[in-house]
């Protein structure tokens, strides 16, 4: 006699139940950063991240660095164990993605601006998607000024995209790096540029958007508020600092704030007291 099996709906809608996605594609940038396409069929924000896990090896959460129709892009550097055996996975292998969490860029509030973006080295795949939607929408926005920075030639992220954001008509680029001069790339640290970003033309029609390491964001931050950059004008995200995602773990805490559940993108003044 065949039996009633009760079907629990609630197992479809548990948000932090992982499902798996197909990869579709898999750009290899440097020996240990490579760029993951997998198949995604959920609404994504610039900022936002994804929770990727392996059966019996755990969970990494990971920015979403692009974006499109059923398809989610995800960079991601070969640290751990899990993003070991992310890296032993091929094109049409599948892997369990859960999300997306965070709270994104503020898109709105950046229409009509002038766009200041500072980004190094991973810190650039968190931007990525904003600065594509940025470009391929010129006529919300006033214009977009990027600087890029990695440590040396080898460490370049998205070597296609720097070229098309060089070409493109609305984004004024500057690709540093750290240690040694290079074709296309200045010679110094991102903050040594801010200066040059003309931001006496921009009267209080502007916002300026920094990701990378907790040094680097300090002496951003920094370089800013000495060009008189106004303290509710800045944005970061601290993407570095999420966990289980959803406010439970409490790994991601910093005095009162759950970075996961509030952020991971907040503004300075409220930044300013996360900063390690």
Not at 49 to 60: D, Q
Not at 260 to 275: I, M
């Amino acid at each position: 006699m065949e039996k009633n099996i009760i079907k629990d709906s609630s197992l479809e809608e548990n948000p932090i139940r992982p499902k798996a996605y197909k990869i579709l594609d898999i750009k290899k940038h440097t020996d240990i950063e490579w760029t993951f396409r997998i198949e995604f069929d959920k609404d994504l924000l610039p900022g936002q991240f994804l929770e990727l896990s392996l059966p019996r090896t755990g969970e990494a959460p990971i920015s979403v660095s692009g974006y499109g129709e059923g398809f989610a892009e995800l960079t991601i550097r070969n640290v751990g164990e899990v993003t070991r055996k992310l890296f032993e996975k091929n094109v049409g292998d599948s892997i369990f993605a859960r999300g997306p969490y965070g709270n994104g860029w503020p898109i709105d509030e950046l229409k009509g601006k002038n766009v200041v973006i500072v980004a190094g080295g991973t810190g650039l795949s968190p931007v990525r998607g904003l600065i594509e939607y940025i470009r391929n929408n010129k006529e919300e926005f006033k214009h977009l000024y990027l600087i890029a920075g990695f440590k040396n030639h080898e460490a370049v992220l998205f070597k296609d995209d720097l070229k098309v954001w060089k070409e493109a008509s609305n984004i004024s680029p500057t690709y540093s790096l750290d240690t040694e001069e290079y074709e296309d790339f200045k010679k110094g640290m991102v903050t040594e540029f801010i200066k040059d970003i003309p931001f006496e033309d921009f009267g209080d029609s502007y916002a300026c958007l920094m990701v990378g390491p907790p040094v680097m964001l300090r002496f951003t931050a920094l370089a800013f508020l000495k060009e008189k950059v106004k303290e509710e004008k800045i944005w970061t995200s601290f993407e570095r600092k999420m966990s289980c995602g959803v406010g439970k773990c409490g790994h991601c805490r910093i005095n009162d704030t759950y970075v996961c559940a509030d952020g991971p993108v907040f503004n300075y003044t409220k930044a300013k007291e996360l900063l390690d």
